[in-house]
């Protein structure tokens, strides 16, 4: 009985000392739920990144169609297979839907293509900053097209994304002049000739892939509203149309002989080369679900935030893993960058709570809706 009364009393002291600790705020709670999702579209964007780079940045890769269609493929095998787990869901294929949505296929194709040429031939941390003029092509392509409105901080931090490119392209093309040109004395015309020309080349495939990327997500925009398709349904679609155009466009436009397949897979290489492509499209679908996840767990404010803030990180990564100068001009671009991207973002948020003030049910009418 003694024995008994005493690990009562011991229980009831035990519960005593859980009640007394402190509960949890709401905002740790919130915090422990949001970095996750955070981290791992954090994670995947930089593997998808350096992967891509990697496997575009050798000497004699000019098989690109092929590695879009190889990425394409393994997306759409992994997207099946985590459907089959049945841990996601999307709509079953139909052919109305493929007509709709093949335009909008084709452009994320000529996106992705555009954006693997433009790091063939330039940095990351240069193709990281210039990214950010997509963010200005789209938001004047929504004032045109959908009535949308840029406020003056989303102006002043166009402003500064604008800087960072000029800062970052002045940085890329003084570096690459002083390698061309040796320290002991003046290099050759045709090795300074060589480099512009190749960062020309790059500049061109950045300045399309900004145009397409924009072009894309504008007309994305309109499509959804057509076919009601969730964000796995658009992956789904925009994936599977694409490979029989990369397939042809491969076939038609690439080498498909011996001595070329030999030179952009050589044999010592060959099976490593292969697995960072299938890593590359499973990462594809890694951050089409992070994006969600971030999304549908923060906010659409916390995940531009997010984006901004991973332009650091990204563009770090270059220079770890590729040996991408560390120049005051290269780190100055990537700072005006990252604060630039957070004015956007602020700016975004400003203008999200305008809006809602002015729409107390937090409804804002994108289209004339039935009663």
């Not at 923060?298 to 040996?323: C, D, E, H, I, R």
Request: contains cysteine; aromatic residues 12%; positive net charge.
């Amino acid at each position: 009985m003694v024995l008994s009364s005493n690990s009562q009393s011991v229980e009831r002291d035990a519960a005593e000392r859980k009640r007394a600790l402190p509960l949890p705020s709401e905002q740790e709670v919130q915090l422990s739920a949001s970095l996750p999702p955070i981290l791992c579209y954090c994670v995947a964007s930089i593997l998808m990144t350096v992967v891509n780079k990697f496997v575009v940045s050798g000497a004699n890769f000019s098989m690109n169609f092929l590695l879009l269609c190889i990425q394409s493929s393994v997306c759409i095998a992994s997207v099946t297979i985590v459907k089959k787990l049945g841990i996601i869901s999307f709509r079953a294929f139909d052919w109305q839907d493929a007509k709709t949505w093949f335009p909008i296929s084709f452009m994320l194709t000529l996106v992705i293509y555009t954006g693997s040429k433009s790091l063939q031939f330039l940095s990351i941390p240069v193709y990281t900053i210039f990214k950010n003029l997509t963010i200005i092509l789209i938001a004047y392509g929504e004032v045109i097209w959908f009535g949308g409105r840029v406020t003056g901080l989303t102006f002043v931090s166009f402003i500064f994304m604008v800087l960072s490119s000029v800062i970052a392209a002045w940085s890329d093309v003084s570096n690459a002049m002083n390698d061309a040109i040796p320290t002991a004395g003046m290099g050759s015309i045709h090795d300074v000739t060589g480099v512009v020309q190749r960062l020309n080349i790059g500049y061109f495939w950045m300045l399309v892939n900004c145009l397409a990327s924009a072009a894309y997500v504008l007309t994305m925009r309109k499509r959804i509203k057509i076919t009601g398709f969730s964000d796995w349904d658009s992956m789904f679609y925009s994936n599977l149309l694409s490979i029989p155009v990369l397939a042809l466009l491969s076939i038609v436009l690439e080498d498909w002989g011996t001595e070329n397949l030999n030179r952009n897979f050589p044999a010592e290489t060959r099976s490593f080369l292969l697995m960072a492509i299938a890593f590359s499209g499973a990462a594809a679908v890694g951050i089409s679900y992070t994006t969600a996840w971030c999304v549908r767990v923060t906010s659409s404010t916390t995940y531009s935030m997010v984006g901004a803030l991973n332009k650091l990180p990204v563009a770090a990564s270059g220079m770890l893993f590729f040996g991408d100068a560390v120049t005051s001009g290269s780190v100055s671009a990537i700072g005006v960058g990252f604060f630039a991207g957070l004015l956007y973002a602020i700016a975004k948020n400003n203008q999200k709570k305008a809006e809602s003030r002015m729409y107390p049910e937090g409804i804002i009418p994108l289209s004339n809706r039935k009663p």
